[in-house]
């Protein structure tokens, strides 16, 4: 069966270094998103991407973030210098069209120290 | 903005027994979806079940149903049979149908251990 993948599946960085995380969803799918979840907390939506370009995006998401999909297959995260409070559980997800079901990654764990 | 509201931070059910784990949310809108994805502790997020708001009729995934009470903006997840490999996070998500916004909206999370 057809997944999500993504990689590192954990990162360590330094505080004010650029991260990059690495997606490949699932093949026929067209709607990508990322979401975060910090330790202990609910999972929080990031952005969605259609079409190369961003559909939507929340708050979280400022100036620090980007996300490009380079090829036919990746899709990355971007932080461009990253803060303590970045520490989180990034999920990748994607889904066939937009009123399908969201398949998640199994995630990528950044600590910033 | 939509809300959803998990009420039970944590639940405890004896292997081969039955538990709900409850989920209301708050939304204006008449079209919507609503999701219970499982989160063990590898922490990839799964899919458990689908419910289509404008179906009245509860979805069934083999031993995971759901009791989807749209007055009441109530959406429970029955687990029956209860193995050990339940035990988990999970979470209840809401989506809107069509507009902009196509992401999912989570609640806390209810952790459910299975007792042997």
């Known amino acids: 069966e057809p997944e999500v993948t993504q990689t590192p599946s954990h990162q360590v960085t330094q505080m004010g270094q650029e991260v990059i995380l690495r997606c490949v969803p699932i093949s026929n799918h067209l709607y990508f998103y990322w979401y975060r979840q910090i330790l202990g907390q609910k999972v929080e939506f990031l952005v969605s991407f259609y079409n190369n370009e961003i559909s939507e995006k929340s708050e979280i998401f400022d100036d620090q973030f980007s996300v490009e999909r380079p090829d036919g297959s990746n899709f990355t995260l971007k932080i461009r210098s990253t803060k303590l409070e970045d520490s989180a559980m990034y999920f990748c997800?994607?889904?066939?069209?937009?009123?399908?079901?969201?398949?998640f990654g199994p995630g990528t764990r950044l600590l910033v120290l | 903005a939509q809300t959803v509201t998990q009420s039970q931070p944590e639940m405890s059910v004896q292997e081969a027994e039955t538990v709900t784990l409850s989920c209301t949310y708050d939304t204006s809108e008449s079209d919507y979806y609503l999701f219970w994805y499982k989160q063990p502790p590898s922490r990839q997020m799964i899919l458990v079940i689908r419910?289509?708001?404008?179906?009245?009729q509860n979805a069934t995934e083999n031993r995971f149903s759901v009791n989807f009470q749209k007055a009441a903006k109530s959406f429970s997840l029955k687990i029956s049979d209860s193995q050990l490999g339940d035990a988990a996070m999970y979470f209840c998500a809401y989506r809107n149908y069509g507009g902009s916004q196509g992401n999912l909206i989570f609640g806390k999370g209810t952790k459910l251990s299975v007792k042997p």
């Open positions: 419910q289509e708001a404008y179906k009245q």
């Open positions: 997800a994607s889904s066939r069209a937009r009123e399908e079901t969201q398949y």
